[in-house]
C-alpha cells in the first residue's frame, strides 16, 4: 500500500447533524458527568460527538471495538479530567468549532484544531499555531504543519505531527463519519 508510506495522519470530520441521542450510550461516567455541566445544547452535542467519533476514529486505526476504547482525560496540570485525550495503540487529537467536529489519529505525536474565520483577523495563522500546540512537539523537535480543507464553508482547519516530513493526510469525510457513527448507534459495528 504505497499510499500509507511515510507518516499517516487520519482525519474525521463531523457535523452536529450526527449528533444524537444514541450516541450518549457510548461515553462513560466521567464524560456523561461532564456532560450534565454543560448547559448549551451546543456544547453538549460537539462534546458528545467529539468523544463518540474519537472511538470511531482510534477504533479504524487499530482494530478494536469502539466500545473498548478508553478515553484518559487526566490533566497534566491539575489532575482534572479535562486534559487532551489520550488512548491505548494511537496518538490523537480532537477539536471543535461551530457545528463542526474533527479528529486526527496518527502514530506520532497530533494537533488538530479548526475555527471559524469569523473568530479575529487572522485565523490561518491561530490554527496552525493551535494545532502545534497540541501536537506538543517540544521547541527543538521536527514538526510538520499544514492547513487541511473544512468541510464548511468559512471555516480553517490545520493539523501538525511530529516528524520531518509532511504526512500523508488520509481524510474522513462527513458522509463517511455520519455512515460509521450511524452503524455505532444501531448496534451494527462491523
Ligand atoms: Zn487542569
Known sequence: MAVRDGQVVDLWWADLRSAE???FAFLDDRELERLERMDRAGDRGRFALGAVLLRVAVAAATGV????????????DCGAPHGAPRVAGARVSVAHAGPLVLVGTADVAVGVDVESV???EDVA???????????????????????????WPRYLAALACAGPDQPV?????L????????????????
Open 21 to 23: 441521542a444514541r450516541l
Open 65 to 76: 471495538e469502539p466500545r473498548s476504547v478508553t478515553v484518559e482525560r487526566t490533566c497534566t
Open 118 to 120: 469569523d473568530r479575529g
Open 125 to 151: 495563522r491561530w490554527v496552525v499555531r493551535e494545532a502545534l500546540f497540541k501536537a506538543g512537539a517540544a521547541p527543538q523537535a521536527p514538526v510538520a504543519s499544514l492547513m487541511v480543507p473544512a468541510p
Open 169 to 173: 493526510v488520509v481524510t474522513h469525510d
Open 175 to 190: 458522509d463517511e463519519s455520519a455512515a460509521a457513527l450511524e452503524q455505532l448507534a444501531a448496534g451494527r459495528w462491523p
